[in-house]
Every structure is written in structure tokens, then in C-alpha cells.
């Protein structure tokens, strides 16, 4: 054997110390984990824009991306392969169903190239929702139709469903901006329903902060629907934004049409380590569930104190009625030192503001408490 190749077997050895040295050492929670990183250099901003996890990757993660040094002269094949593997084995689905990306943007960049465009067909989304699919479509030349969501902030799936032909509907569950859910059984009862030629994106961002029993992952749904995806990301609950890590669960045929427009490699060693440590620590879900709730109630307390009112929030963020123009809104916290969400058209007075530490909520809290008198 060629003295330079390296085994599956070490490969996996060596992505795997970090664990093992996880399990030897005393056990470093989420919220002690930053003190045994270093911390970025102060900008004096509170960053509540982007719907990041305050508290980062867990340190099994952070070991694991340790121990990749020896390897990050080597293309990511073999550690592809075994995330896959991983990932395979936690949503009991065989291996040849998933496609990995840099981040679940990659994945909506691949079905947008794949199921839509003049050929395809056009892409369908709510009104509000994660804007990043609408520009992948339109650069591929497709229409894009927009369906506002209901009275209770839910994807309007009837009338997506009379505008669907062929191409794509893209449901992101729950919703970036609103943090609101889609009712499991109407979900269910729109995949049922949806023509087999019409592809259904369901995105799971931010799935493993839904806890209303009206909600549910679709990933079982895939093997009875050929049409079905289902896209998850390793950058909110795992705190892996800036690592870039993502996958997408379908039948084996939607996968090969994906693998034509997909870059090889596209996910890089230490990524991959850090999504497979990750998913082998527990508490990383459980406690940063626990946080983001806790700093949300604090903050949703504050703000129905000063009278305004949240949309039913099942994620990391919550967006909430300003009762006046948000942009100004938004450039008076920026002046505070506070970045809060961007403008989203469809709710000209509403903020978008992701749940941050505790104490970069109550900064927050102080902030908003001036913009509102100024």
C-alpha cells in the first residue's frame, strides 16, 4: 500500500479522538464551553440579526476539529462518508438518500438548479420566508410565486397547492422570519395531496427547537413520497453557522438528480468532524433547547410588559409588531449598539430579533426601552 494513503479505519480514528478524550475528561456543558474558547475580538455590537446560536459548537466538536489537523491535507471523502453513515443510522434511512452541503444553503442552491427554471418549472413560497431560495431560483430563470401566510402565521398550503406546477413549493418549518410552525397534519395532508411531478422542499432549520405537539419532522414521510426533501443544518442548534454544514434527506433517484449540479468536496474535514461529534452529544440539544427558552421567556416578558406582542415563537428568534415603520427601528438599535433583523416587506412594522444570551437580551431590553421613547 502507498505510504501516503490513509484507511477509512485511521480516518475515522482520528475524527474520533475527540470524543474518546471527551469521555476521559470531566464533562463541559454548552454554557461552560466558552470559557475554553477564545473569544472573538469585541465590536461592542450585540449581533441579534442573524438567528446564530449564542454558545457555539459543544466541546466534543471543538475537540474533534482539533484532531483533524492531521488530516486536512486530505480531500473530505472518507469523512463524508462517515457522517453520512451517522446520520443515516439516527433518521433510519439508508445512506443513498442523503446529500451533504456547505450549510443547508448549499442544499437549497441544489434544488433550486436541479427543480426549477424554464425547463422545470417555478418555484412556490410563502410570504414571508427564507429569502435565499427565491434569488437561487431566479438566477436559474425561474418564476416565483409568493403566497402570503394565513391570519395564524402558517403556510397558506391550499393556495401554494393550486399555484404548484411541476417545478418546486418550498416550505421552511418552522418559518424564518416568523419562528411559526405549519400544523403537522395539514403538512402531512399537502404532501398527500401534492402532484408527484411537483417537488416539496421542507426545511427543517430549525427543527430541534419546535416543541408544540402541533409540529413534527417529515423526514419519515420520504419513503412514501418520491417528491419529498427534507433539508437540515448544522448552524443553529449545533452552533455550527460559521463551519458550514448541512444535509438533505430523499429517495435515492431525487438524490442522483441533485448530484449533477453538486460540487465535489463541497463540505471541508473539520466541519465534518465537528457535525459528527456533535451529534454524538446529547446535551448540546438538550441544553441549548433549555437557554434559548429561557432567555425567550425573559424576553417576551419584557417586551408584553411595554405592550408589544410576539408572533407564537418555535424557534431561536422571534419576530414581534414594532406599531410603527421597522426600519427606522431598526437603525435606532444599530445606533445603540444593538443589530437586530432586517426589513421583511410583507410585515413593513415588524422586528425580527434572535434570542441571544441572557445578557445580551437584557442589553436588548435596555436598548428598545430608549428607542421606543426617543
Known amino acids: 500500500m502507498n505510504t501516503y494513503s490513509i484507511s477509512r479505519r485511521r480516518f475515522a480514528h482520528l475524527l474520533g479522538i475527540g470524543a474518546a478524550a471527551a469521555i476521559v475528561r470531566p464533562r ?20 441579534l440579526s442573524a438567528n446564530e446560536n449564542p454558545y457555539g459548537p459543544s466541546s466534543k466538536a471543538h475537540e474533534a ?44 442552491k441544489l434544488c433550486a438548479e436541479t427543480f426549477t427554471g424554464p425547463t422545470e418549472g417555478k418555484l412556490v413560497v410563502a410570504d414571508p420566508t427564507f429569502e435565499a431560495i427565491l434569488e437561487y431560483s431566479k438566477a436559474c430563470g425561474a418564476d416565483v410565486v409568493k403566497v402570503p401566510l394565513t391570519s395564524s402565521y402558517a403556510h397558506n398550503l391550499p ?23 405549519t400544523p403537522k397534519n395539514d403538512l402531512r395532508d399537502f404532501i398527500a395531496k401534492t402532484a408527484p411531478e411537483t417537488m416539496i422542499l421542507v426545511d427543517e432549520a430549525y427543527f430541534h427547537y419546535a416543541d408544540s405537539p402541533d409540529y413534527e419532522t ?65 446535551d448540546q440539544v438538550t ?7 429561557q432567555a425567550k421567556n425573559y424576553t417576551l416578558t419584557e417586551l408584553d410588559k411595554l405592550g408589544y406582542r410576539s408572533m407564537p415563537s418555535q424557534a431561536n428568534f422571534v419576530m414581534f409588531d414594532c406599531k410603527k415603520p421597522v426600519v427606522p427601528m431598526i437603525k435606532a438599535m444599530k ?8 426589513l421583511f416587506p410583507a410585515y413593513p412594522t415588524h422586528m425580527r430579533l434572535t434570542i441571544g444570551k441572557q445578557e445580551e437580551m437584557e442589553a436588548f431590553v435596555s436598548a428598545f426601552k430608549q428607542v421606543i421613547v426617543a
Not at 393556495?159 to 410552525?181: E, R
Open 65 to 108: 476539529m482539533k484532531n483533524t489537523h492531521g488530516v486536512c491535507n486530505r480531500y473530505p471523502d472518507q469523512a463524508n462518508d462517515l457522517l453520512i453513515d451517522k446520520i443515516a443510522r439516527i433518521d433510519d434511512i439508508n445512506r443513498d438518500q442523503i446529500v451533504l452541503g456547505d450549510g443547508s444553503s448549499e442544499i437549497l
Open 287 to 293: 441544553n441549548g433547547r433549555k437557554m434559548n427558552a
Open 335 to 342: 445606533d445603540k449598539n444593538v443589530a437586530v433583523g432586517r
Open 159 to 181: 393556495k401554494m397547492l393550486a399555484s404548484a406546477q411541476k417545478g418546486l413549493v418550498y416550505i421552511c418549518n418552522p418559518n424564518n422570519p416568523t419562528a411559526t410552525i
Open 218 to 282: 417529515v423526514i419519515p414521510l420520504v419513503k412514501d413520497h418520491p417528491n419529498l426533501i427534507v433539508a437540515r443544518t448544522f448552524s443553529k442548534i449545533y452552533g455550527m453557522a460559521g463551519l458550514r454544514c448541512g444535509y438533505c434527506v430523499a429517495q435515492p433517484q431525487t438524490i442522483k438528480r441533485m448530484h449533477g449540479y453538486q460540487m465535489w468536496d463541497s463540505v471541508n474535514v473539520m466541519a465534518l468532524a465537528a457535525a459528527s461529534a456533535s451529534l454524538d452529544d446529547g
Open 28 to 47: 463541559i456543558t454548552i454554557a461552560e464551553e466558552s470559557a475554553t474558547v477564545p473569544a472573538p475580538a469585541k465590536t461592542g455590537i450585540v449581533r
